[in-house]
């Protein structure tokens, strides 16, 4: 209906006791799509909550974050057990700022030739930085060498290559003075026919 008038038909007449009226107003299609809806909301919300989780494989190396909590190499004269870092990484340090306590394990392993042996490493690492330097320097007198022994090669087969051109014009020279040889001789013998035949 149109509701245009305030004059309703269903105040006068039950609408329902018609056929078509009992056709349209018992059915109420409008509930299955709200329990329809509800169902789908219901699905979207636990779908939306389920555990989501994805996989990847990798290779790398795994290290922890702190300082602390990762193997630490110390070189110090009484060895010990780091107690407490008051730093993390990377934060800005001043030269003479504390950065970690060392508490001793026990005077008796107190290593006095601790700086001895720093020395002695450091002169290792010094002495294989001068091997290197000598291998750098190596490798560049190989690389010079190399260089002209090519540059002495390329001269070689310029001359090569001059030689075997001053050898084609000599050939050349020589096939023409050959030629001039036999059209002499062939004259030669030609005038000695003819001179024979006249005598």
């Known amino acids: ?9 269903s105040e006068y007449i039950d609408i329902k006791s018609f056929k ?19 169902v789908f909301s219901i699905l979207i919300v636990v779908i939306v909550f389920l555990p989501w989780t994805q996989n990847i494989s990798s290779t790398g190396l795994v290290t922890t974050l702190k300082p602390n909590q990762r193997p630490q190499s110390i070189q110090s004269q009484i060895p010990g057990r780091v107690e407490e870092w008051f730093v993390q990484e990377g934060d800005f340090v001043k030269k003479g ?28 690492k010094s002495s294989s930085v001068e091997a290197y330097k000598n ?7 190989q690389i010079s060498a190399l260089q ?7 001269e ?5 290559l001059l ?3 001053l050898k084609v014009t000599t050939d ?24 024979k035949k006249k005598a």
């Open 148 to 154: 002209q022994e090519r540059r002495l090669k390329l």
């Open 172 to 195: 050349s020279m020589d096939f023409e003075a050959t030629k001039i040889k036999a059209d002499i001789a062939k004259i030669q013998y030609e005038r000695t026919i003819l001179y």
């Open 156 to 160: 070689s087969a310029k001359n090569k």
């Open 97 to 124: 700022d504390t950065i970690i306590r060392i508490s001793e394990v026990k005077s008796d392993y107190f290593d006095s030739r601790l700086a001895e042996r720093t020395g002695d490493q450091l002169s290792v």
């Open 135 to 141: 291998k750098v320097v190596a490798l560049g007198n």
């Open 1 to 9: 209906m149109l509701n245009i008038t305030n004059n309703k038909v």
């Open 163 to 165: 030689q075997s051109r």
């Open 20 to 38: 078509s009226g009992k056709e349209i107003f018992t059915v109420q299609y409008h509930k299955r799509f709200k329990k329809f809806l509800k």
